[in-house]
C-alpha cells in the first residue's frame, strides 16, 4: 500500500467529532476508524500497538541500532489525529485526483467549481496532483494526511534497516478538533523527550507558536413585563447584550486582525428579555494581553453592573490553552532539528505563529515539547479542502529524516 492509497482508504470512514457530546470520543463512529487503524499499525509490523478505552492508539517502531549506541538516543514521536471538523460533513466522501494540475478552475461536481479566483493557492501547485472532494463534504486531510504520512514514515523506516533510528513512538488520538484532543493523552505511557503533530497546512509549514486562549461565557439577565407599562421596570436582556458586545473593541475582531494580533470573537448569542447568553473566544499570542483581554471582558462586566444593578451580568472566563513558544523556547533543538531536516530533503521552511492551537500546545504544557509540521492540506473544515500528493510524499521523507537524524543527536 503507497500513501495515496493509505490516505484514500481513511477517507472512507466518516470521524467527525461532536462539540455537543460529553463522551470519550465525542462520536462513536471515530472508534471504528480506531480499531482499524490499531489493526493496521499491527499489520505494518509495529509494536506495543494500544489503544485505550477513550481511542487514543499508542504504538512504537524499535530502535535499529546497537544497544550501547541507542542508549544515547532520545525516543522521539509524531501524533495526528483522526476525528474531522464538525463545520462540514465527513460521511461519504467522495475524493478524486487531478493529475497534473494545469491551473485552471475545477470542476468538483455538476454546479460546483473551485476558483483559482476564490482559491489562489491552488496556481501555487501546478504540475503537481491533487487530491479534491466532490464538493459535498470535506475531504479529511485535516488529520488523516498527517495519519497517513506517519505510517508510510514508519513502513518505509521498517523496510530500510539501512538508515539507522532510535526508538520511534506514534500516537493517534480522537477529538482534536473540538479541543479536546490532548485532554486524554498519557504522557508519561509515550514516553518521549520530544514530539511533532503533523497537523500544519502548507508544504513546509513549522509552528511552534500559538494563540493563549480562552472563552468567555456571559449571562445577562433581564426583567421582562409588558411592553406597554414598560417604563421604569422592563430591563430588556437582549438590549444589554448589544451594549455588552459594543464595549468591546470593534477593531479587534477575527475579521479585522492577521499575524500576531489577537481577538474577541462572539461565537453565539441567544437572547430574549428576560436573559441574554454571550459566547466569546478570547485569543492572543502575547501572555500580558492576553491576561488585559480577559480582564476586560470582567470589567464591561462590573460597568453594566454599577449601571443596571448587582448581579444583572455575570461574566465566567476559563481558559483553554496557552502558547507552547514559552515551552519550546528553551528547548530550540527540537526546531533546528526539523530546519536541519527540511534542508536536507529540499523543502522551504515557513516558521509562522499558529492563529489557533493544536494539541501540541497543551502537549507542551503537559511536559511533552511539541511543535506542529505540515501535513500538507489546505482550505480545511470544508468542501474546497484538497491535498497534493506531492506534499503528503515530501512530509513522509521529512518523517523519515527527522528519525535518521536524531540518531545522530548530540554528534
Not at 338 to 343: E, I
Request: overall charge negative; hydrophobic content about 35%.
Amino acid at each position: 500500500m503507497n500513501i495515496i492509497d493509505r490516505f484514500l482508504n481513511y477517507t472512507k470512514f466518516d470521524t467527525q467529532s461532536s462539540e455537543e457530546s460529553e463522551t470519550v470520543p465525542s462520536t462513536s463512529k471515530q472508534l471504528v476508524f480506531a480499531e482499524y487503524l490499531k489493526k493496521e499499525l499491527e499489520q505494518e509490523g509495529l509494536e506495543e500497538v494500544e489503544m485505550d478505552e477513550k481511542g487514543y492508539i499508542y504504538a512504537t517502531l524499535p530502535s535499529n541500532m546497537s544497544r550501547a549506541s541507542d542508549k544515547k538516543v532520545p525516543t522521539i514521536g509524531f501524533i495526528s489525529h483522526y476525528d474531522t471538523s464538525p463545520d462540514c460533513s465527513g460521511a461519504n466522501i467522495h475524493p478524486s485526483i487531478i493529475s497534473n494540475y494545469d491551473g485552471s478552475d475545477i470542476q468538483l461536481s455538476e454546479g460546483i467549481v473551485m476558483q483559482t479566483q476564490v482559491f489562489p493557492e491552488l496556481l501555487s501547485h501546478q504540475g503537481e496532483d491533487l487530491i479534491v472532494t466532490d464538493g459535498h463534504t470535506l475531504l479529511g486531510a485535516d488529520d488523516k494526511a498527517g495519519i497517513a504520512e506517519i505510517v508510510e514514515a514508519m513502513c518505509y523506516l521498517r523496510q530500510h534497516q539501512e538508515i539507522k533510528h532510535g526508538k520511534i513512538r506514534v500516537a493517534f488520538n480522537p477529538d482534536e478538533e473540538i479541543g479536546m484532543g490532548a485532554h486524554h493523552f498519557d504522557v508519561e505511557k509515550f514516553g518521549c523527550q520530544w514530539a511533532y503533530t503533523m497537523d500544519g497546512g502548507e508544504l513546509g509549514e513549522l509552528e511552534f507558536e500559538n494563540f493563549n486562549a480562552a472563552g468567555a461565557k456571559i449571562t445577562i439577565k433581564g426583567v421582562s413585563v409588558h411592553p406597554g407599562y414598560a417604563k421604569g421596570k422592563m430591563l430588556n436582556a437582549s438590549r444589554l447584550a448589544m451594549e455588552f458586545a459594543a464595549m468591546l473593541p470593534a477593531e479587534e475582531t477575527p475579521e479585522t486582525t492577521e499575524g500576531y494580533q489577537g481577538f474577541f470573537h462572539l461565537t453565539g448569542m441567544q437572547t430574549s428579555t428576560e436573559q441574554a447568553k454571550l459566547s466569546y473566544i478570547i485569543r492572543d499570542h502575547d501572555r500580558q494581553k492576553f491576561e488585559a483581554r480577559k480582564r476586560l471582558i470582567k470589567q464591561c462586566a462590573e460597568q453594566m453592573n454599577e449601571k443596571y444593578g448587582e448581579g444583572t451580568v455575570v461574566a465566567e472566563v476559563n481558559d483553554q490553552y496557552y502558547n507552547m513558544k514559552e515551552k519550546i523556547d528553551p528547548q530550540m533543538h527540537v526546531i533546528d532539528l526539523v530546519l536541519h531536516a527540511m534542508q536536507e530533503v529540499g523543502i522551504s521552511p515557513k516558521v509562522k505563529p499558529i492563529r489557533g492551537g493544536t494539541d501540541g500546545a497543551q502537549l507542551s504544557f503537559k511536559g511533552l515539547p511539541c511543535p506542529n509540521i505540515f501535513a500538507g492540506g489546505l482550505n480545511f473544515h470544508g468542501p474546497y479542502e484538497f491535498v497534493p500528493i506531492q506534499s503528503m510524499q515530501k512530509a513522509m521523507s521529512l518523517i523519515v529524516k527527522i528519525c535518521e537524524l536524531t540518531a545522530n543527536y548530540g554528534d
